[in-house]
């Protein structure tokens, strides 16, 4: 099949590399000239494990290409996704103007089709709230009497292992109305998911909208609540990690996804909460279970700097009680494998120590970069995340970065100048912290 895929970003550029993977031919569109440049020249403008091999091989095959006008390829297409970015707007709502622009342009451009082509299928697959297709349809609809169908699709990908994710899915969700539409979406997705065994699923478009957001909103309400439980047994006495493999035994709860930690953050979960509250707001619908699990989120971003403050006994509220200290800090990104820092918990904790007058040194696989941009001098960045430790009063982790579950903590303590870590991730058990002469202090266990 040939689709369009318009919007480079981290949603467009998967999509169209995993449907080059998939034998199809892609043409992917963006009206940013230095993007599409480099796209072309081989160099993704996200990271994402995988992703740069498949851009590489698909665009020298000839079944990936990427164009700044999207007349370029809509005469031959089956499809064309819309994958724009929807910015979250003041007041919590996703901004659907990038969305519904698309949407003209390719109304515009219908007139380029063969008059007896079949209809144009235009797939949203940007997280876009309910009711956003018959608003899509109706800004094409203003631009051409050609005919098409506007489907939701929305993708379900995590950043990290995106690429795995689209070619082995659980489930495709497709909102749509026609079974030509239908046949269309089984043929783009039908490949990847013989071989993985997801489930197809077609629904109205408005289910598909809304599944997106709920599945992103139950997860959230997930993690939000394993870490009040985690603060519970810190009170207790208790172990989350015996608690989580309580509970996750239970096949109706599950064991993904419960790891406790410093709070989530990522360009997903906290836009999406609150697009969604923002519906249930309009429809006189307030979900309340949402909003505590963003509040108990908001707390848990504190949680590691709340730890540090009590060891260090900073309640008096001098004005830099941590004045001459030095911190090291692993881990930036929102979690591991990627560079993204939007509503990183590490940026807060950064800023919690810096107002207690503190010096962080900060390490990080991808993220150092986007870090230096956005925090300049304010910390310092060290050339390796062993380096970090010296001289440090105490290791901070905020990122489950693998290498650094690896560590060799007998040389990470001897680095320090003193045995202390506080871990947001619980990369290693207390007990054998204990033994082996730290201070410990993790999330929802007792050292
Ligand atoms: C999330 C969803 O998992 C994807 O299914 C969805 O497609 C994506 O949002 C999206 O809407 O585009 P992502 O934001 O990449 O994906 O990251 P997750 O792996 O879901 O992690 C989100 C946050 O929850 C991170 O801060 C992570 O550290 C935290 N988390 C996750 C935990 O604290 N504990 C866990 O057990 C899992």
């Not at 981290?10 to 043409?27: K, Q």
């Not at 342009?105 to 956003?132: E, F, N, Q, Y």
């Not at 950043?159 to 239908?182: K, L, M, Q």
Request: charged share 25%; with cysteine; hydrophobic share 45%.
């Amino acid at each position: 099949m040939q689709i369009l895929v318009i919007g480079t970003g981290y949603v467009g550029l998967v999509a169209a590399a995993g449907f080059a993977e998939a034998g199809h031919r892609v043409l992917g569109i963006d009206n940013d000239a230095g993007k599409i440049a480099k796209i072309r020249e081989g160099v993704s403008p996200i990271y994402e494990p995988g992703l740069d091999e498949l851009l590489a091989r698909h665009q020298a095959s000839g079944s990936l290409a990427f164009s700044l006008d999207l007349s370029d390829g809509i005469a031959a297409a089956d499809a064309a996704f819309i994958c724009v970015g929807t910015p979250q707007s003041e007041d919590g709502s996703a901004d659907l103007q990038y969305v519904l622009s698309v949407a003209g342009a390719i109304g515009s451009a219908m007139a380029l089709r063969p008059l007896d082509a079949k209809p144009l299928v235009v797939v949203d697959k940007s997280t876009v709230p309910v009711g956003t297709a018959a608003r899509v349809h109706a800004a094409i609809a203003a631009k051409t009497d050609r005919p098409f169908e506007v489907v939701s699709n929305p993708e379900f990908l995590r950043e990290g292992c995106a690429i795995d994710d689209f070619i082995r899915p659980d489930r495709v969700v497709v909102g749509c109305r026609t079974d030509h539409a239908a046949a269309v979406m089984k043929g783009l997705y039908g490949k990847f998911l013989e071989a993985s065994g997801g489930q197809w699923l077609r629904m109205d478009p408005p289910s598909a909208e809304l599944t997106k957001y709920a599945a992103n909103a139950m997860l959230a309400l997930r993690i939000s609540f394993i870490n009040e439980i985690a603060g519970l047994c810190e009170k207790v006495g208790a172990d989350v990690d015996f608690v989580k493999q309580g509970i996750g035994s239970d096949h109706r709860i599950g064991k993904f996804f419960l790891n406790p930690g410093p709070g989530f953050g990522g360009s997903c979960f906290p836009k999406d909460l609150q697009a969604l509250l923002k519906v249930g707001r309009e429809n006189a619908h307030p979900l309340r279970a949402l909003e505590a699990t963003v509040e108990a989120n908001r707390h848990q971003k504190q949680v590691l700097a709340l730890k540090v403050r009590a060891h260090y006994d900073c309640a008096s509220g001098a004005p830099a009680p941590l004045a001459g200290r030095r911190f090291a800090l692993w881990g930036l990104a929102f979690k591991a494998h990627t560079d993204d820092i939007r509503e990183a918990m590490s940026m807060e904790l950064i800023d919690s120590l810096a107002s207690l007058g503190a010096r962080v040194v900060v390490h990080d696989f991808e993220a150092m970069e986007n870090v230096k941009a956005k925090l300049g001098d304010r910390v310092e960045y060290a050339a390796d995340f062993m380096e970090a430790c010296r001289g440090a009063d105490a290791l901070l982790i905020a990122t489950e970065w693998p290498q650094y579950a690896a560590a060799d903590l007998e040389k990470v303590g001897g680095l320090l100048k003193a045995k202390v870590m506080f871990d947001g991730r619980n990369l290693f058990r207390p007990e054998a912290m204990k033994a082996a002469g730290w201070t410990y202090h993790s999330i929802g266990r007792v050292t």
